[in-house]
């Protein structure tokens, strides 16, 4: 969540995604690891909070140079694509929630939606029952993505600052590359053989074909280049 109170305005973006954790047996993007302990940061004029430390900073960076609250919550969700894999990427959708100062409010509704081709049938076998795993993983999980529209419908509409300002910290994370905590690791750890069975997934998500390490730096270059 982020609050500027210079711009009188209150947002809440929530992320959905259609990427490790879908193509995954996992139910649901849930992590057993334990959370690195928040670091907090007191300010006057503003707010911003997400899943990573990372993301959050990249808001903070783009409040204090003078951006709105849109322009930082679509600065962390950039961010997030490159330091939250499992939940924060490109290849999902999401929604926006922002409220004014004179009351009135707005909704952006960016969530995946299906490929035209889809059918009431497409997860069902020929007695009509449903196909395990089908829907969840594989090409026909899939969804079309709604992240970037999303994010870039808002900004253009109540931003003020252009995408190439407010991805900078974003792509800089994905070519530098951002180092893992112990919650970070142990996630990716979890969906190891997962990636070995996809070799253009294990270049990116495996070290040498092993299991990032805590404290170990996580980049990724074809993700940089996709959003220069």
């Not at 954790?21 to 334990?34: E, F, L």
């Not at 992240?147 to 974003?170: E, I, P």
């Not at 997962?194 to 270049?203: E, G, H, S």
Request: with cysteine; glycine share 12%; hydrophobic share 40%.
């Amino acid at each position: 969540m982020l609050a500027k109170t210079n711009y009188s305005l209150t947002l809440l973006y929530q992320a959905a995604s259609a990427g490790i954790c879908v193509r995954s047996p996992a139910p649901s993007c849930g992590s057993t690891a334990t959370p690195t302990p928040p670091t907090a940061k007191l300010g006057t004029t503003g707010m911003v909070v997400s899943e990573q430390r990372e993301a959050t900073q990249a808001g903070i960076d783009i409040l204090n140079q003078g951006g709105n609250a849109i322009d930082a919550a679509v600065g962390v969700g950039y961010a997030l694509a490159a330091t939250y894999p499992c939940c924060g990427n490109l290849g999902g959708g999401g929604f926006m929630l922002i409220r004014f100062a004179d009351g009135r409010s707005r909704f952006v509704d960016f969530r995946e939606i299906a490929p035209g081709a889809a059918t009431p049938t497409v997860y069902l076998d020929a007695q009509g029952k449903v196909i395990k795993g089908l829907s969840t993983k594989g090409y026909l999980a899939v969804g079309v993505p709604g992240t970037v529209k999303g994010l870039d419908y808002a900004l253009a509409t109540y931003g003020s600052r252009d995408r190439k300002q407010v991805m900078a910290l974003a792509i800089t994370l994905a070519e530098q590359g951002f180092v893992l905590q112990s919650a970070d690791a142990e996630l990716l750890q979890g969906f190891t053989q997962t990636f070995k069975a996809q070799p253009n997934v294990a270049a990116i998500f495996l070290k040498n074909g092993k299991p990032y390490q805590s404290g170990e730096r996580l980049v990724q270059s074809n993700l940089a280049r996709s959003t220069q």
